[in-house]
């Protein structure tokens, strides 16, 4: 059974930096999980994608991140990583990672981050 779990998410100060984790039960730098990504979703929104990472290493980032977060990976913890600084009050929300494993997509059950004034 394929399982991501997210933590570390909390309450930071606007301008504060946080790192969220994503530990799973799948070889994340594996050829067979092609894609992993964070996203988020604030109440009444919809789902956004902030970041991502191929197997092969390449990362893509949303503008309204671009700069201030940072994907990465530490496969010998099969554990995916969000460093975030510059937070925004408007940057609180539920965070999710997912990640592409032999063509499913699979959900962590997300971290709420919340930004403070």
């Known amino acids: 059974q394929v399982q991501l779990v997210e933590s570390g998410g909390g309450t930071v100060q606007a301008g504060g930096s946080l790192r969220l984790s994503c530990t799973t039960s799948?070889?994340?730098?594996?050829?067979?999980?092609?894609?992993m990504a964070w996203y988020r979703q604030a109440p009444g929104k919809q789902r956004e994608l902030l970041a991502t990472?191929?197997?092969?290493?390449?990362?893509t980032y949303t503008d309204v991140v671009k700069g201030r977060f940072t994907i990465s990976l530490d496969d010998s913890k099969n554990t995916l990583y969000l460093d975030m600084k510059g937070m925004r009050p408007e940057e609180s929300a539920v965070y999710y990672c997912?990640?592409?494993?032999?063509?499913?997509?699979?959900w962590g059950q997300g971290t709420q981050v919340t930004v403070s004034l």
């Open positions: 990472m191929t197997n092969g290493g390449h990362t």
């Open positions: 997912s990640a592409c494993h032999w063509g499913s997509d699979y």
């Open positions: 799948i070889p994340i730098n594996d050829f067979n999980t092609n894609f």
